[in-house]
């Protein structure tokens, strides 16, 4: 066995209606609770707000998130915590609420200088205790020690680093069950593409995350379909949310690559939906790896389309390509991106932006120069 080490991530509790047990993981005293204002105006985070503050936590509700969370909002949260006396903090929402609430808890318990923890294992201090809840089953923040924010420019910066793991992670499907269906299948592509990207990282890959991504890749394409045409189908929502965390802890291991480097660009200069633009670059960074990952994309392959057994690997590969694809846009998402206003002559800016992405190119299975991604943005087109 090759040498490996894989970190389990949080504590997790998972049921219908196990948002309202949140204060039971945390101290006593005033609560940080980190969320958007639509899931406030829905009324999604009520019976949550209403049991910690009956359990006398106090909670002290930040719900500036946006999409692409920018620095200012992090700061923004972190102020609010310490005005408030925060001694926890909550993250609940989709994976940018729980991105904020995540570095803000680590900023508030450590005191440490944002400027100075960017990157990978470079923040090594201590945060206050940390719940977070997913109100979308797709970015498996949940389950990483990753926040990414979007900084001056548009540029995606990340802080990845394992003081960010929560203490518990809630799987509350009852959160999930009125997603729109637009919500429903941009998570949820986001949630295969971790999975597909985990199982082909180059540098971490190792057998527990890729146990956990072929699973997470069975519940996620077994139930996405369901989940968007059948919304209140609520085994397929505990699937979709389960096959999202399981994702999650098999990329915060083996880390995610090609697809998420050229995604991230569209979405901090375009402002779309993250599993929107992971959906616009699958096939053509799945296309370009084909070879180098070939063995382990036909491994997949019978994951996705069971009945390609006794084809040749070759054939699996674009089997899995084309399932994959159709799953896109069977869900709903519109596969160009002239779909989305986006002009072919962005091209070029686009592959210097996403060269910016060392972090997440250095584990695709193989290179990604800026005339590849210039190639793969015009395809994509």
């Keep these: 066995m090759r040498s490996f080490t894989f970190h389990p991530g949080p504590r997790l509790s998972a049921g219908p209606n196990k948002s309202t047990d949140i204060a039971d993981f945390l101290p006593e005293g005033p609560c940080l609770f980190v969320t958007d204002e639509q899931l406030i105006a829905l009324g999604l985070a009520e019976p949550a707000l209403e049991a910690l503050e009956v359990s006398g936590r106090h909670p002290t509700v ?23 006396g925060a001694v926890s903090v909550v993250g609940f929402g ?27 294992d470079i923040a090594r201090g201590r945060r206050l205790p940390l719940v977070l809840v997913p109100t979308t089953a797709g970015t498996g923040s949940e389950a990483t020690p990753i926040s990414v924010i979007t900084c001056d420019g548009g540029v995606k910066l ?10 518990w992670a809630v799987l509350d499907p009852q959160l999930t069950v009125g997603l729109p269906r637009g919500v429903t299948a941009a998570t949820g592509i986001d949630a295969i593409v971790h999975a597909v990207e985990a199982y082909t990282s180059a540098r971490l890959k190792n057998p527990l995350s890729d146990a956990l991504a072929r699973k ?8 996405l379909m369901t989940a968007c045409e059948e919304p209140r189908n609520i085994a397929a929502r505990e699937a979709m949310l389960l096959g999202a965390h399981l994702a999650g802890l098999a990329f915060s291991n083996a880390p995610v690559a090609g697809v998420h480097a050229l ?3 569209l979405g901090g200069l375009h402002h779309l939906p993250h599993g929107v633009t992971n959906a616009l670059m699958l096939r053509h960074v ?8 070939r063995e382990h994309y036909a491994e997949l392959a019978p994951i996705v389309v069971p009945d390609c057994e006794a084809e040749g690997s070759q054939a699996r590969v674009a089997l899995l390509i084309d399932r994959l694809d159709e799953l ?43 005339a590849d991604a210039q190639r793969l943005y015009e395809a994509a087109w």
């Excluded at 729980?98 to 440490?112: E, F, I, P, Q, R």
Aim: hydrophobic share 45%; aromatic share 4%.
């Design 328 to 370: 896109v846009r069977e869900s709903g998402i519109a596969p160009r991106l002239r779909d989305y206003g986006i002009d072919v002559a962005e091209a070029p800016m686009l592959a210097r932006e996403a060269m910016k992405q060392t972090r997440l190119l250095v584990n695709n299975p193989c290179e990604i120069t800026e």
């Design 94 to 120: 989709g994976g940018s609420p729980m991105d904020v609430a995540k570095l803000a808890a680590y900023l508030l318990g450590s005191g440490d200088v944002l400027d100075e923890i960017w990157g990978v």
């Design 62 to 84: 930040f719900d500036k998130v946006e999409a692409d969370p920018s620095r200012a909002t992090l700061e923004a949260a972190v102020e609010a915590g310490r005005a408030a």
């Design 263 to 265: 995604a991230y660009p």
């Design 158 to 167: 990340a802080v990845n680093a394992r003081p960010l793991t929560a203490d």
């Design 216 to 223: 997470a890749l069975r519940l996620l394409t077994g139930n």
């Design 286 to 293: 799945l296309q370009h790896n084909s070879e180098a990952a």
